[in-house]
């Protein structure tokens, strides 16, 4: 999101942020509950444009929010919520994307507080390299028409007992909720924001080989020497990769590879 949303959203983190320190590990319930919120939204259009319309008075949307949570929520959440659709928004679909955001922002949270946040972003971004083998899990995963039930079940056979409990939610979540996305691409998104709440940059190398403690230790400081902050490497052994690495930071994709050297050198000559 960007300009007025993307400031409303940073405004919303930064006023739910002490509200999350002080849950403590009760964060992953009112992160829970802003899903339940968004899935509410996501269904009805109707309610979904009343909390996001611009010509609409503040008070008004604060008191239709606060009328229709009041009772059934988390007092916290429904405060959270009526205050983002207080503010400012390009559209009501990042109002509703703001609240994703803020419940993922808690759930991980919630992990935080347990110390086990490290963990949860480790097995996020290890479930989607082995993902990467199982073409029909993925398809499952990410299909609209198989029913959230069954695929929330596939999710429970897969990870139950193997993972932290955060990270099976938010696999569950990532496939009963697709909301237009790919089921891995909503695991690394949740990676992401789990890395950013440890004030880290996650940055996804491929390499034809096994990298040495040594050379993760330069190129990890490489990286933070270039964009100034702790980056958390995950690095993936690609054998068809013939040489060099692949690095994508965020947006950023620095490619190496002696496979991408060639490709550009046959460019070159196509042009």
Do not use: C
Request: hydrophobic share 45%; charged share 25%.
């Amino acid at each position: 999101m960007r300009g007025t949303s993307g400031a409303s959203l940073t405004a919303a983190q930064e006023r739910f942020e002490p509200v999350l320190r002080t849950a403590g590990a009760g964060a992953h319930a009112l992160g829970e509950q802003l899903f339940a919120v968004v899935d509410a939204l996501d269904g009805s259009t109707a309610l979904r444009r009343s909390l996001a319309d611009p010509s609409r008075a503040a008070g008004d949307k604060v008191a239709l929010a606060t009328s229709i949570l009041s009772g059934g929520f988390d007092e916290r959440v429904v405060d959270l919520v009526a205050g983002v659709a207080r503010s400012r928004w390009s559209s009501d679909a990042d109002l509703v994307d703001a609240l994703e955001r803020l419940g993922v922002d808690a759930v991980l949270a919630g992990a935080e507080a347990r110390g086990a946040l490290e963990t949860v972003e480790d097995e996020l971004f290890r479930l989607t390299r082995v993902l990467v083998g199982e073409r029909e899990a993925r398809q499952v995963l990410s299909d609209s028409s198989t029913a959230a039930e069954r695929r929330g079940a596939l999710v429970d056979t897969l990870l139950s007992g193997k993972v932290d409990d955060t990270t099976q939610a938010l696999a569950r979540r990532a496939t009963s909720s697709l909301r237009g996305r790919r089921f891995v691409a909503t695991l690394i998104w949740f990676g992401e924001v789990a890395a950013e709440r440890r004030k880290r940059l996650v940055a996804s190398v491929t390499s034809g080989s096994v990298l040495t403690e040594a050379q993760q230790a330069r190129l990890s400081a490489l990286l933070e020497n270039a964009y100034g902050r702790a980056v958390q490497l995950n690095v993936t052994v690609d054998p068809t990769v013939v040489g060099g690495l692949r690095i994508q930071v965020g947006a950023d994709v620095v490619d190496s590879t002696v496979l991408s050297r060639l490709a550009d050198a046959r460019r070159r000559l196509a042009g």
